[in-house]
């Protein structure tokens, strides 16, 4: 039983007549604020969910609205997948790895790459470019609508150095069209 020596009572006043409740009281005294109370717990619960759905399904990205669709693309002639290179479990872990969650980032370095290379080349490649990964992390072929023998050069000599820690997968980067040079004064 809950009396006023109990320690679950409470003192609710200091003046002349103290206000002494019990649990129960306290229950019925917060019966209007519950439903104040009752959201802001729900929507704790809703965001500390919504990690776990991270962890569980890799993010979705979608492809930018101008890209065409990649029909025409042809095989680059590369030596890619062959003995020209070094052995794909020889080769160090490149800049493919993503996070913690998804150790596998293949699409991220892809578009880092070809935007990297299309500097490197003085930004004259316009298309699509397609590339392909294989179980061991290497990349295997490079596909492109409209290949230019300086960007070929410049994505081989960054695809073949380096494996990825992911199994296969195919990833495709859209340079845009016409492309003579990069824009030295973008202003």
Avoid at 21 to 31: K, P, Q, S, T
Avoid at 64 to 89: N, R, Y
Avoid at 90 to 113: I, L
Wanted: proline share 9%; aromatic share 6%; net charge negative.
């Amino acid at each position: 039983m809950i009396g006023p020596k109990s320690p679950l009572s409470c003192d609710l006043g200091r003046g002349p007549l103290p206000l002494r409740l019990g649990l129960c009281d306290w229950a019925f005294a917060i019966g209007p604020l519950r439903s104040t109370l009752l959201l802001p717990l729900v929507l704790v619960c809703l965001v500390a969910c919504d990690r776990s759905l991270d962890l569980r399904e890799p993010p979705k990205t979608f492809p930018e609205p101008s890209a065409p669709e990649a029909k025409d693309v042809k095989l680059v002639d590369t030596d890619l997948g062959t003995e020209a290179h070094a052995a794909c479990e020889t080769r160090p872990v490149g800049a493919c790895v993503g996070s913690n969650d998804f150790p596998c980032d293949f699409g991220t370095w892809v578009r880092e790459t070809a935007e990297r290379c299309q500097l490197e080349t003085e930004c004259r490649t316009n298309g699509t470019l397609v590339v392909r990964m294989d179980d061991a992390g290497c990349v295997t072929a490079i596909l492109m609508d409209e290949p230019n023998d300086a960007i070929v050069l410049c994505l081989v000599a960054a695809f073949a150095e380096v494996r990825c820690p992911c199994s296969s997968a195919e990833e495709s980067y859209y340079f845009g069209f016409g492309h003579d040079g990069c824009d030295d004064d973008p202003g």
